[in-house]
């Protein structure tokens, strides 16, 4: 018997000791497995309380059962449920008890949504949008992640590949069938405008894409200027905790140091950097090099400087905010876009605020229903490309054209699993726990 028609079981509930814990076993010997534990079955999807013993008659615990059959499960397959006390003695007792059961064994992460996606209960991009929601921090990383998870974005992609799928019948009718009388003498008009227009389409949406992968990922801020501009200080105080060591002597930070916030509802990747300057100390000059790579591919800087003193100069953009610091001993300057001071917590509020304002341009009205992941993004443009192909291609035929719109299909259908993605299976489900 392979591993895909093994019965599998594990802990899909939260941490142990908890007040409740959850068994989910999956496989065709579910059921058989939870009678042997818990004597007849309920009806299914009817909660039923039971004693749990081992096949030897000793009570483990009292807990609910219950049972899906598939098709119509999570997995496709039959599933029970044991909701029992969440202490650890009793959840390894449980375990141990099915491990017993010949052709049973422990799920391994994601085993249960990587037999959901194979049993065809979901796609790809809605397991990816499951374990985005597992590991949603922010109100907005939760709404992205449903927004995959429900089938929305799915959807989306299923209307253009029907799209796709029409487009091509109608050439390969004109190619085949060219001399029957109900079949169109050029599909022109009805092909390649519809094909024009759904290019455009995934141009709009991939115009969302950054601000997907900045909702899913984070929102990138680099703070940076010369030793002893105030950047940890900074750090401590919009992370509202001693994060990084503050001392009056340069080049304290070594390294870059990385903390998490949630800014209305955004996750906000905070960054203190090392002091740029020239350095012949070794260390020091490897944690400038990488706090000028961060520099370089965050998404926004806070570029200080102690008010009055002379900045770090940095080739700057519109991601760059100059930040003049220590206010309390200093006269706020026009010069700067904002005068902050960690010790009287001046111009902390308007900082924040201007973080929520560059969150909020990048947003711009879009909605949740965007490319959230690199993978995504990378088979959108790989679409759009073959549909631009098809489209510049008139004057090498129809045989051609039809290719390229074969070529967007196949991009489009990796996108959701529906062709060719068996490489990218065990990445992706190894992002999940173990019992999902």
């Known amino acids: 018997m392979s591993r895909e028609q093994e019965t599998i079981f594990a802990l899909s509930s939260g941490g142990l000791p908890a007040g409740v814990a959850v068994i989910r076993l999956s496989g065709p010997r579910a059921f058989e ?24 008659g000793l009570v483990m615990d009292t807990g609910l059962v219950l049972l899906f059959p598939g098709p119509n499960s999570f997995t496709g397959e039959n599933c029970a449920e044991l909701q029992v ?25 994601g085993e249960f949504s990587r037999r959901a996606f194979e049993n065809g209960r979901i796609d790809l991009l809605e397991a990816e949008g499951l374990a985005d929601l597992l590991a949603a921090e922010t109100e907005m990383q939760r709404r992205l992640a449903i927004e995959h998870s429900s089938g929305g974005l799915s959807e989306l992609y299923a209307g253009w590949a029907r799209r796709l799928t029409r487009g091509r019948a109608l050439i390969e009718a004109e190619l085949d069938f060219s001399d029957e009388e109900d079949v169109p003498g050029s599909v022109s008009d009805q092909v390649w405008s519809d094909m024009s227009a759904l290019r455009d389409a995934i141009a709009t949406h991939l115009s969302g894409a950054a601000f997907g992968e900045i909702v899913r990922d984070g929102f990138r801020v680099a703070i940076s200027g010369p030793p002893n501009s105030g950047k940890s200080s900074l750090l401590n105080a919009l992370a509202r905790r001693d994060v990084a060591i503050v001392t009056d002597i340069p080049g304290t930070t070594r390294d870059v140091l990385e903390v998490g916030l949630d800014i209305n509802g955004y996750r906000v990747l905070l960054y203190d950097t090392a002091g740029i300057r020239e350095t012949a100390d070794v260390v020091e000059a490897e944690g400038v090099r990488r706090a000028l790579l961060t520099i370089e591919n965050a998404d926004l800087v806070l570029a200080l400087s102690e008010i009055g003193a002379a900045g770090t100069e940095l080739t700057s953009d519109d991601r760059f905010l100059s930040l003049g610091t220590k206010a309390d001993l200093h006269n706020e300057n ?24 560059e969150l909020a341009k990048r947003a711009d009205g879009l909605s949740m229903a965007l490319p959230a992941r690199r993978r995504h993004r990378l088979l959108l443009e790989e679409t759009m490309k073959h549909i631009n192909g098809a489209l510049s291609s008139s004057g090498a035929g129809l045989e051609s054209q039809a290719e390229h719109l074969r070529t967007a299909s196949q991009s489009l259908g990796r996108i959701t699993g529906h062709v060719d993605v068996e490489d990218l299976l065990g990445v992706i489900f190894s992002e999940f726990c173990v019992g999902k």
């Not at 006390?85 to 992460?109: I, Q, Y």
């Open 334 to 357: 026009p010069g700067y876009d904002i005068c902050i001071s960690t010790i009287s917590g001046t111009g902390l509020d308007r900082l924040r605020e201007r973080i929520s304002v």
């Open 33 to 56: 497995c939870a009678e042997a534990l818990v004597g007849p079955l309920p009806l299914v999807r009817r909660a039923s309380l039971r004693t749990i013993r081992t096949r030897n």
């Open 85 to 109: 006390h969440g202490g650890r003695a009793v959840v390894s007792a449980l375990l141990a008890e099915l491990s017993t059961f010949p052709e049973c064994r422990l799920a391994e992460n």
